[in-house]
């Protein structure tokens, strides 16, 4: 069992930033591979970006390749999501979510195990 909580969104102008947290417990952090997701409202859920368990690969959208950097730090068992030049666009609820396979990136939800409660992004213009 591996139990996901994420913090850090809010409110913020087009151009600003933000850096999503999710902690992790229950397994040890390394052993899972992570990935950050997020909903727009009356959309699907979509893939933004991946880290395998040591932190030695990631994966991103392409759409936000360049604005969005996933990092981890396995001491603290967290993961991050640094968001830079935000957009409206990218207004939604971002989870976090963790996969029992570590070594592999996976961008469908389906691929995952645990994911977190989700926490609110909204970008004004």
């Known amino acids: 069992q591996v139990h996901l909580v994420e913090s850090g969104g809010g409110l913020v102008q087009a151009g600003g930033s933000l850096r999503l947290s999710c902690a992790a417990s229950?397994?040890?952090?390394?052993?899972?591979?992570m990935g950050w997701f997020r909903q727009a409202p009356g959309k699907e859920r979509e893939f933004v970006a991946a880290?395998?368990?040591?932190?030695?690969?990631?994966y991103y959208s392409d759409a936000l390749k360049g604005r969005f950097t996933i990092s981890r730090n396995n001491a603290r068992s967290t993961v991050y999501l640094q968001m830079n030049s935000l957009e409206p666009v990218d207004t939604a609820v971002y989870y976090c979510a963790a996969r029992l396979s570590p070594s592999s990136i996976m961008t469908t939800r389906t691929s995952y195990n645990y994911w977190g409660q989700g926490t609110q992004v909204t970008v004004t213009s």
């Open positions: 880290i395998t368990g040591n932190g030695a690969r990631t």
């Open positions: 229950g397994r040890t952090f390394s052993s899972v591979g």
